[in-house]
């Protein structure tokens, strides 16, 4: 029984494997076999009245302008879940990125509040299956991460202060890796859309053999009214002007119907988890959609494209001047292509 196959059902699960549980976290930072719980605390630790083997250290503080490594790990191996908690100061303000097999570059950026659906540098829970944010603020991922020579995850902090309190635990199975097994990525993007081109790109430049399986959105709203009547496109394959998959509105893509009517929402593929609207603010939005069970396949490339729409008086589509930041997760074999540039701290706040 193999880790894939694990992971298609609970069927699998009372089957016996040769794969080796590892787990890294501040008290154990290698993840070694017998490696935890050896800080040696101080007089100023909390656990100075029990010694060596309690909780020392439980957490790290990420200090302003550096780069910590948070896992760095020698496969094949995948892995299978992490969990985050941190002051909200940190969720657009610090960049994860994980780089699989001594790449140079990462193959998922993103700031880590969006990377678990917390977008817009809010706090708020998501109850899905491969994404959940527990009260109050307990990141969880179950994305399979599979790797076959190595794992490298660092956290870059651009606060302008020292985050303290920043609490992690990286899950994964030392097990040989299918040669049908391809690599997680993802990618955050955010744009301003304009009247002239009210469309947001959610990815492009995708090069390669793969599957998408999930989106995320931290949508602002910087007018009143519908802001969701817009459609999302994925270009498949060498489509140019016209894609092979078309949706048919914002809230039928996060499989919602007819405005959602002002309900929020999350399920285990797909949810609507934050709609706020608070006096003094504009109205903000995070919606996901997981293809866990309708993995949009590609062979070659894969571009993915929303549209910002609403309504004008007279019944005709107006063209928004949305605030929109996008998640996008795929699979795809590697090398990959390079994404763009990180935008710089001041353009990732909130407004």
Same mark, same amino acid.
Not at 18 to 45: F, L, M, Q, V, Y
Not at 177 to 200: F, I, N
């Given at each position: 029984?193999?880790?894939?196959?694990?992971?298609?059902?609970?069927?699998?699960?009372?089957?016996?494997?040769?794969?080796?549980?590892?787990?890294?976290?501040?008290?154990?930072?290698?993840?070694?076999?017998?490696?935890?719980?050896?800080?040696?605390?101080?007089?100023?630790?909390?656990?100075?009245?029990?010694?060596?083997?309690?909780?020392?250290?439980?957490?790290?503080?990420?200090?302003?302008?550096?780069?910590?490594?948070?896992?760095?790990?020698?496969?094949?191996?995948?892995?299978?879940?992490?969990?985050?908690?941190?002051?909200?100061?940190?969720?657009?303000?610090?960049?994860?990125?994980?780089?699989?097999?001594?790449?140079?570059?990462?193959?998922?950026?993103?700031?880590?509040?969006?990377?678990?659906?917390?977008?817009?540098?809010?706090?708020?829970?998501?109850?899905?299956?491969?994404?959940?944010?527990?009260?109050?603020?307990?990141?969880?991922?179950?994305?399979?991460?599979?790797?076959?020579?190595?794992?490298?995850?660092?956290?870059?902090?651009?606060?302008?202060?020292?985050?303290?309190?920043?609490?992690?635990?990286?899950?994964?199975?030392?097990? $040989?890796?299918?040669? &049908?097994?391809?690599?997680?990525? @993802?990618? *955050?993007?955010?744009?301003?859309?304009?009247? %002239?081109? =009210? +469309?947001?790109?959610?990815?492009?430049?995708?090069?390669?053999?793969?599957?998408?399986?999930?989106?995320?959105?931290?949508?602002?709203?910087?007018?009143?009214?519908?802001?969701?009547?817009?459609?999302?496109?994925?270009?498949?394959?060498?489509?140019?002007?016209?894609?092979?998959?078309?949706?048919?509105?914002?809230?039928?893509?996060?499989?919602?119907?007819?405005?959602?009517?002002?309900?929020?929402?999350?399920?285990?593929?797909?949810?609507?988890?934050?709609?706020?609207?608070?006096?003094?603010?504009?109205?903000?939005?995070?919606?996901?959609?997981?293809?866990?069970?309708?993995?949009?396949?590609?062979?070659?490339?894969?571009?993915?494209?929303?549209?910002?729409?609403?309504?004008?008086?007279?019944?005709?589509? $107006?063209?928004?001047? &949305?605030?929109?930041?996008?998640? @996008?997760? *795929?699979?795809?074999?590697?090398?990959?292509? %390079?994404? =763009? +540039?990180?935008?710089?701290?001041?353009?990732?706040?909130?407004?």
């Amino acid at each position: 029984m193999t880790i894939s196959s694990l992971l298609t059902g609970l069927g699998g699960l009372p089957m016996l494997s040769e794969a080796e549980t590892r787990s890294i976290c501040a008290e154990n930072p290698t993840g070694e076999r017998a490696g935890g719980a050896k800080a040696i605390p101080s007089e100023r630790d909390a656990a100075s009245m029990l010694g060596e083997g309690w909780k020392v250290r439980p957490c790290i503080t990420l200090e302003p302008g550096s780069t910590t490594v948070l896992a760095d790990i020698t496969g094949p191996a995948t892995i299978q879940h992490i969990w985050i908690t941190v002051d909200p100061a940190a969720y657009r303000d610090t960049i994860l990125r994980f780089y699989w097999d001594n790449e140079e570059t990462p193959s998922i950026e993103a700031p880590l509040g969006d990377f678990f659906c917390n977008g817009h540098a809010l706090r708020y829970n998501v109850n899905s299956l491969m994404v959940a944010v527990n009260p109050v603020g307990g990141f969880n991922s179950y994305w399979p991460m599979p790797f076959r020579e190595h794992a490298l995850i660092t956290i870059e902090s651009q606060h302008a202060e020292p985050i303290r309190g920043f609490f992690y635990q990286i899950t994964y199975a030392l097990h $040989e890796v299918s040669k &049908d097994s391809a690599y997680l990525h @993802a990618q *955050w993007r955010r744009s301003m859309t304009t009247r %002239a081109c =009210p +469309e947001h790109v959610i990815l492009d430049n995708v090069r390669g053999k793969g599957h998408y399986v999930g989106t995320f959105l931290a949508w602002t709203q910087l007018s009143n009214g519908w802001w969701g009547e817009g459609e999302i496109k994925f270009y498949l394959d060498g489509d140019e002007e016209y894609p092979t998959i078309c949706g048919t509105g914002t809230e039928d893509y996060f499989c919602g119907a007819w405005g959602f009517g002002d309900e929020t929402y999350s399920t285990p593929f797909l949810g609507y988890p934050l709609y706020r609207r608070e006096s003094g603010e504009v109205p903000r939005h995070g919606l996901y959609r997981w293809h866990v069970l309708d993995p949009i396949r590609f062979k070659q490339d894969l571009r993915v494209t929303i549209q910002a729409l609403g309504w004008w008086p007279n019944g005709k589509y $107006e063209p928004l001047t &949305d605030d929109i930041a996008s998640m @996008a997760y *795929w699979y795809q074999t590697e090398p990959h292509n %390079a994404f =763009p +540039e990180f935008p710089p701290v001041h353009e990732r706040w909130s407004r």
